[in-house]
């Protein structure tokens, strides 16, 4: 069982920067690819951003390529979405996702076998 807890949400200017980190309990942490995915306002939920167990891959969105970068830490058994360059669009929830192993299809919410709770990022224009 993994559990995650999301923080560093918050209201940010267009242009500026937030962190997020998502931190999980349990020793099997640096065995898990880590995701993370957002829900705009009336939208449904989408990927923003992947990391491989050991850091050594990683995929992003088309739409945040660039601007935002995904890392992990397994001795803190935490993972970060670094988002720069933020716009408008970007607001939304932001869940981060573990799934016990790579695959093809680590951009689809089917896979992931625990979701933290959840932060909400809001970009003032």
């Known amino acids: 069982q993994v559990q995650l807890v999301v923080s560093g949400g918050g209201l940010v200017q267009h242009g500026g920067s937030l962190r997020l980190s998502c931190a999980a309990s349990?020793?099997?942490?640096?065995?898990?690819?880590m995701g993370w995915f957002r829900q705009p306002p009336g939208k449904e939920r989408e990927f923003v951003a992947v990391i491989s167990w050991n850091g050594g891959t990683t995929d992003y969105a088309d739409s945040v390529k660039g601007r935002f970068t995904i890392s992990r830490d397994n001795a803190k058994n935490t993972v970060y979405l670094q988002m720069n360059s933020l716009k408008p669009e970007d607001t939304a929830v932001y869940y981060c996702?573990?799934?016990?192993?790579?695959?093809?299809?680590?951009?689809?919410?089917?896979?992931?076998?625990?979701w933290g709770q959840g932060t909400q990022v809001t970009v003032s224009s």
């Open positions: 996702a573990a799934r016990r192993s790579w695959s093809d299809y680590v951009r689809r919410e089917y896979g992931y076998d625990y």
């Open positions: 349990g020793r099997t942490f640096s065995s898990y690819a």
